[in-house]
């Protein structure tokens, strides 16, 4: 599908990506950009041949490439893209695997007044508690869901074949509009690692914290599991979906607030309904899940 695929950040997404477009078929060769400091793991990467070789010089990275993929925290992408401006050709294709779609378009227009519209926004829901280039494997798309969203102006050629690259590696695209992708994004995963840092932070801080480890049971361990992300990429994940987390936060206080009178007073029937509606509500999610994966297998 393409000649040359640059892929700028080497890491457990980017990496996966290499692998599994490398595995498909998909680019005749894939090359990585990096700074000094990502040296090394650029190093493996050519070792282990995720990639094909490596460039420490944005220019020669992106000589004759025609799709470039953005795959570092969100937090760079407006100096990623300034880095790139000077080479931008209307000829290549750019995307990016961010978390958060807002943030994408605001470094966009900074750093060229308006979103190039060879700019496809995309989002891989996948991804592990491990990082870096190791961490990388070949199916980590598949079938995972992948979100597009272009903007107005986005040309459809371009569109086209950024869905068409995904659906390759397994992914199930949609498309779908950057503030509803921020809002979503934002009650299923953003929220979620917020509450696992904070409970974990709340209960190591303890004095008693390692009797509270010791006898920690397996639910303890299976909520918490997201806390083991890294640290840098959901601090830039939070800063920038922050209008969209806040008021959930705000809103999940007015629930633990209920709960709390519940337990004051003694209020065994709304607790037990509040369980209930929970376990049921989650049953649905996982109905819908299984349901998901029993299609997926039969395409």
């Known amino acids: 599908m393409f000649n040359r695929l640059c892929i700028i950040g080497v890491g457990l997404?980017?990496?996966?990506?290499?692998?599994?477009?490398?595995?498909c078929g998909l680019s005749r060769q894939i090359v990585g950009y990096g700074r000094e400091q990502d040296?090394?793991?650029?190093?493996?990467?050519?070792?282990?041949?995720?990639?094909?070789d490596y460039y420490l010089n944005i220019g020669q990275a992106l000589e004759n490439t025609d799709c470039v993929v953005i795959a570092a925290p969100v937090g760079a992408m407006a100096g990623i893209l300034a880095l790139l401006k000077p080479f931008w050709t209307e000829k290549a294709i750019y995307t990016d695997v961010g978390s958060t779609k807002g943030s994408v378009i605001a470094a966009a227009r900074q750093v060229f007044g308006a979103v190039p519209d060879n700019l496809v926004p995309a989002h891989p829901i996948a991804g592990a508690e491990r990082s870096g280039?190791?961490?990388?494997?070949?199916?980590l798309f598949l079938n995972k869901r992948l979100i597009i969203t272009p903007m107005e102006n986005t040309r459809?050629?371009?569109?086209?074949?950024?869905?068409?690259?995904?659906e390759n590696l397994?992914?199930?695209?949609?498309i779908m509009d950057v503030d509803h992708h921020d809002a979503i994004l934002a009650a299923t995963s953003h929220l979620p690692h917020i509450l696992a840092y904070s409970l974990v932070d709340m209960l190591g801080r303890k004095d008693e914290q390692s009797e509270i480890f010791k006898y920690a049971a397996g639910g303890f361990?299976?909520?918490t599991r997201i806390a083991s992300s890294d640290p840098t990429m959901?601090?830039?994940?939070?800063?920038?979906n922050k209008n969209q987390i806040i008021p959930l936060i705000q809103q999940l206080k007015g629930e633990l607030d209920k709960i709390e009178q519940m337990l004051a007073n003694d209020d065994s029937r709304q607790l037990f309904e509040t369980f209930t509606y929970a376990r049921n509500a989650r049953q649905r999610f996982l109905d819908?899940?299984?349901g998901n994966n029993v299609e997926n297998n039969n395409i």
């Open 156 to 166: 459809p050629d371009a569109l086209q074949k950024i869905q068409h690259f995904w």
């Open 221 to 223: 361990r299976d909520f």
């Open 13 to 23: 997404i980017g990496g996966s990506m290499a692998r599994a477009a490398r595995r």
């Open 288 to 290: 819908q899940f299984e």
């Open 234 to 240: 959901w601090l830039d994940i939070c800063s920038a």
């Open 39 to 52: 040296l090394e793991n650029l190093q493996t990467a050519k070792r282990l041949q995720v990639i094909d």
């Open 133 to 139: 280039v190791e961490a990388a494997v070949d199916d």
């Open 170 to 174: 397994g992914s199930l695209v949609s």
